[in-house]
C-alpha cells in the first residue's frame, strides 16, 4: 500500500523542526559525581531529527527555535551550520550573570548493570519564552516547506511553547505540509510543568493538529491518558500492546494517519534488543528485530523516526520505511552524541540484513 499521507513534491525545505536546542554535557562511563571531564554534543528531539535527515539523508532541513547571543550559543549555532540545518532563530541577549540561557543536559551514559543517568539544568531556558508571534509561518512555509515536526519536550517547557506549536502546525496545514509530532513523554519536565493532567491537556489539544505521531504505549498512556491494551506482551519487543491501542488512538484523533515507535527490550546498559512498528491507515508494520551492542543510546528514538521520515518523503513502500528508520536507529545508537555519523548506504545495507563484516 501506499502512505496515505498527501506530502508535496517540492519546497525550499523538505522538513522544518519546531523546539529548543540543548547542549549535552557527557563524561562517558564516568558518574558526574566523579567525572573530570566531559564531552559536549549539540542536541534537543526535534533538532536531531533535522540533523538526521540533512547529514546522513541529504535532505534540506531548518530548525525554528531560540538562540542567546553568547558564547554557548555560538557553539550550538556552530554545530546547527555542521549540520546543514538552516536555522530560523529568535535571538535572545545575555545579560552577563542571570541569562536567558541555553539549556543544558547532563548524561552518563552508564555501563553493564550500571544504567545511564540523564538529568537536566533549563533555569531560565530561553526556548521557554518562545511564543506565538515569534515567527514569521507564512514567510517560511510560503518558501514551500514539505515536513513539520515537533515533539513534546518542547511542549513541557513552558505555557507558550505549546500554543506556538500549535499555532506553527495551523499554519503548515494551511500551506500543504505534512504534520508530524513526537510525544516524547518525560515525567521529571512534566512535574515541574503542572504534572500529568496538565501533559494530557497540552499534548491532546496538540495531536488534534498532528498526521504522523510517533510514540510508544506508555507515551499514548501517560502523554495522552489512554487506557491500557487489554492484550499483554510477551517481551517488549512483542508489538501487541502497541497495536492493542490503535483502535482506541484512531477512535480519539481520527486526523492520525501514521502511529510509530521503536521497540527497546534492555539486557543491560549495553545491551539491547531492537524493533520498530508502524500503525498506517489501519494496517500494521514490523521491522525485524536484532541484538544492539549499544555504545550511546540517546538519540535513537529521534534517530528511527528519521529514518522512517526520510522513507515516507521518498516514496518507499511503508515496510521499507519502517526498516529505514530501525536501521538507522540502530546505527545511531553506535557512536557517541545524539546526532548521526552514518551514511545512507550504511543505513540501507542495514536495513537489508547486512552484516557489520569490515568493509574493504
Not at 279 to 286: H, M, R
Not at 318 to 344: C, I, N
Request: aromatic share 10%; glycine share 12%; charged share 20%.
Amino acid at each position: 500500500m501506499a502512505a496515505p499521507l498527501d506530502i508535496r513534491s517540492v519546497g525550499a525545505l523538505d522538513f522544518l523542526s519546531l523546539g529548543a536546542l540543548v547542549h549535552r554535557l557527557d563524561p562517558g562511563v564516568v558518574p558526574f559525581r566523579k567525572a573530570g571531564s566531559c564531552s559536549v554534543h549539540v542536541s534537543g528531539g526535534e533538532f536531531n531529527c533535522a540533523a538526521n535527515l540533512a547529514d546522513c539523508f541529504g535532505m534540506r532541513t531548518g530548525i525554528a527555535t531560540a538562540i542567546v547571543d553568547y558564547p554557548i550559543g555560538e557553539l550550538i549555532a556552530g554545530q546547527v551550520r555542521a549540520m546543514g540545518v538552516t536555522p530560523f532563530y529568535k535571538r535572545f541577549a545575555h545579560d552577563g550573570v542571570h541569562g536567558p540561557n541555553m539549556a543544558a543536559v547532563y548524561s552518563d551514559r552508564g555501563f553493564g548493570v550500571r544504567g545511564p543517568v540523564v538529568f537536566y539544568n533549563r533555569s531560565n531556558e530561553a526556548a521557554a519564552r518562545l511564543k506565538p508571534g515569534d515567527f514569521d509561518w507564512n514567510a517560511i512555509f510560503g518558501a514551500g516547506v514539505r515536513w513539520l515536526h515537533s515533539g513534546g519536550i518542547f511542549a513541557a517547557l513552558s505555557a507558550t511553547t505549546s500554543d506556538l506549536i500549535v499555532e506553527a502546525m495551523k499554519a503548515a496545514r494551511a500551506h500543504g505540509a505534512v504534520v508530524s509530532f513526537d510525544l516524547n513523554y518525560r515525567e521529571k519536565l512534566w512535574r515541574a510543568a503542572g504534572g500529568a493532567d496538565r501533559a494530557v491537556s497540552v499534548l491532546a489539544n496538540i495531536v488534534e493538529h498532528v498526521d504522523v505521531l510517533v510514540g510508544n504505549e506508555e507515551d499514548l498512556q501517560k502523554g495522552l491518558g489512554l487506557s491500557g491494551p487489554e492484550v499483554a506482551a510477551v517481551s517488549k519487543l512483542d508489538p501487541s500492546a502497541f497495536f492493542g491501542m490503535m483502535e482506541r488512538v484512531a477512535s480519539r484523533f481520527p486526523n492520525l494517519k501514521i502511529v510509530a515507535t521503536t521497540l527497546r527490550e534492555v539486557h543491560s546498559t549495553n545491551r539491547h534488543g531492537w524493533g520498530a512498528v508502524a500503525w498506517i491507515a489501519g494496517d500494521t508494520f514490523v521491522s525485524p528485530t536484532c541484538q544492539l551492542d549499544v555504545f550511546d543510546r540517546v538519540g535513537g528514538g529521534d534517530g528511527f523516526a528519521s529514518g522512517f521520515f526520510y522513507g515516507l518523503m521518498t516514496g518507499e513502500s511503508p515496510d521499507q520505511a519502517v526498516r529505514l528508520g530501525w536501521a538507522h536507529g540502530a546505527l545511531l545508537t553506535t557512536f557517541p552524541g545524539d546526532t548521526t555519523m552514518a551514511s545512507l548506504e550504511q543505513v540501507r545495507a542495514f536495513a537489508k540484513g547486512e552484516s557489520a563484516r569490515i568493509q574493504r
